[in-house]
């Protein structure tokens, strides 16, 4: 597919490649429809790769009553269990109690609803703990004698952004990074779009329909659309989070409740990390400004030191990032009571009948419901392509998660047992990133040394080409920070090393 072409028009274009954006185009190249997608920067580098990385129900939405929501996204849980199980796994959470939050009656209530309000197939039941006397009760101080513990599920929220974008891509799709979208107008039956690439060059694509998926961008993106008003809005709240050394024993993560109400998770992170969060801040000004802030880290150590025997200082602080939420704007006073459902905006809402292509703008949503979302959004355009197949991604497996059973274990013995040579650290690693698609990573190699350069740690040079020349990595940022984590386990010097081999690279290949 030429996306310069005037006369080959693709059907959808969408503005956006975060999680819904990617999702979206891959369920509608896999409904037939000829598919184009832009994003100003690299997938995923927005709101959609500073999550809390998890595949959960939120247990929290019960207080806002928000039931179909929670169950929604419980059973899309199980769904993106089986779709992807190298980037997705269950994890067990400990909930402590206090006397001076919610009831303990109120608490045991809503884990109940949470166990069966999605029909739970894989994942173990909650159970009520004995902190004074499990283990999972030795880290906390002494006067947390009552506890929880249910089930959700970690994702690698990056990796499943680039996973939806790689089977859309592989599909048919055109995937255009660091492509800015500069403006549509609409004549008749086509959308005109005018994009701009980083390095200057501008872009002129036709389109019969236009889907903005653009995120804390959507309004933005609007303002750009000859003619396009909304009187939606998003509500722009900023989430933080911390990475320290992790100071527990065991794989269980925690879920504290703050005297403000509010939760923070505290969870296992890359082996021997943690990571801490979410603030939930007002965010004023463009997206792209924002920052964490000293007292959002010292929110989220205090409320950590409330709990744990170990006490934490901002010197422990290795890391940290924030992410921009676009939460629908549903006018509730407290950021953390608004909505993390999604709506959409279709003009012409009327349908085919009034006239012109039309334009769907998509507002909030959750990672753990993109799929829905993505199924809903195309349900919205279904006039307009009468033809369009019909869904199909319930039973499909993101690349790499065509494992027998979604069992990982499994999977990872049988990479052993191929890979001999290869150490447990990295097989571990290149399994969890990559699945069953491991054997293209490491090629014909048939020892370490032919993995080329060892960039440190699991960090291998047929890593770093694979990922250059099938998942759009344009930066050693993109490689690093998105869609591996190597950063975080590299030296300064080391990290320096693989930028100026990766700046050399990229310049060998333009």
């Not at 369920?27 to 959960?56: F, I, M, N, P, Y």
């Not at 993109?478 to 010097?493: F, S």
Request: some cysteine.
């Amino acid at each position: 597919m030429n996306p310069e072409s005037h006369s080959q028009p693709v059907d959808l274009f969408v503005v956006g490649g975060g999680i819904n954006g990617t999702g979206i185009a891959r369920d509608a190249v896999g409904r037939g429809l000829s598919v184009a997608l832009c994003e100003k920067d690299d997938l995923a580098q927005g709101t959609s790769s500073r999550s809390g990385k998890l595949v959960h129900g939120g247990l929290r939405y019960l207080e806002y009553y928000e039931f179909r929501l929670v169950r929604e996204a419980l059973i899309e849980r199980e769904v993106l269990l089986e779709s992807a199980p190298h980037i997705i796994w269950p994890m067990r959470f400990v909930l402590p109690h206090s006397k001076r939050d919610r009831p303990a009656w109120l608490v045991r209530l809503g884990l109940f609803l949470y166990d069966h309000l999605g029909g739970r197939k894989r994942l173990p039941a909650t159970r009520a703990l004995n902190l004074r006397s499990a283990p999972e009760g030795e880290p906390l101080k002494q006067n947390f004698a009552k506890g929880f513990e249910y089930s959700d599920c970690w994702v690698d929220d990056a990796r499943l952004v680039l996973l939806n974008a790689l089977d859309a891509g592989e599909r048919g799709a055109t995937i255009m990074t660091h492509t800015r979208f500069e403006g549509a107008t609409r004549t008749g039956e086509h959308w005109y779009i005018t994009l701009r690439q980083s390095g200057g060059k501008s872009i002129q694509v036709q389109a019969k329909a236009l889907i903005n998926a653009a995120g804390p961008w959507v309004n933005d993106i609007i303002d750009d659309i000859s003619q396009a008003t909304s009187n939606r809005r998003v509500r722009l709240v900023k989430g933080s989070h911390i990475i320290v050394r992790k100071f527990w024993q065991g794989d269980q993560a925690y879920l504290l409740q703050n005297a403000d109400k509010r939760v923070l998770f505290i969870n296992p992170y890359e082996t021997n990390y943690a990571l801490i969060g979410t603030t939930d801040i007002p965010q004023a000004g463009s997206p792209d400004s924002a920052q964490v802030d000293p007292a959002e880290v010292n929110y989220l150590l205090d409320t950590v030191n409330e709990y744990f025997v170990t006490q934490l200082s901002p010197a422990d602080v290795i890391n940290s990032f924030t992410g921009v939420r676009p939460l629908y704007d549903d006018n509730a006073d407290n950021p953390s009571a608004v909505t993390r459902d999604y709506v959409f905006d279709l003009d012409p809402a009327s349908g085919p009948t009034a006239g012109g292509a039309p334009l769907l703008s998509v507002f909030g949503g959750k990672i753990t419901t993109f799929r829905k979302l993505a199924e809903h959004a195309l349900d919205q355009l279904q006039p307009w392509f009468p033809a369009m197949q019909s869904p199909w991604t319930a039973k499909a497996t993101l690349p790499g998660g065509d494992i027998e059973n979604a069992n990982f274990e499994s999977f990872l013995k049988e990479s052993a047992r191929r890979y001999p040579w290869l150490d447990s650290d990295t097989l571990h690693h290149l399994c969890r990133c990559y699945g069953n698609r491991i054997s293209i990573v490491i090629g014909s190699a048939g020892s370490a040394k032919q993995l080329g350069e060892n960039f440190g740690q699991s960090f291998y040079e047929a890593e770093a080409r694979y990922l250059i020349k099938h998942e759009w990595a344009r930066s050693a940022d993109d490689i690093l920070q998105r869609r591996t984590k190597h950063g975080l386990h590299l030296t300064i010097e080391q990290r320096n090393h693989f930028a100026a081999w990766c700046e050399g690279k990229l310049a060998q290949a333009s």
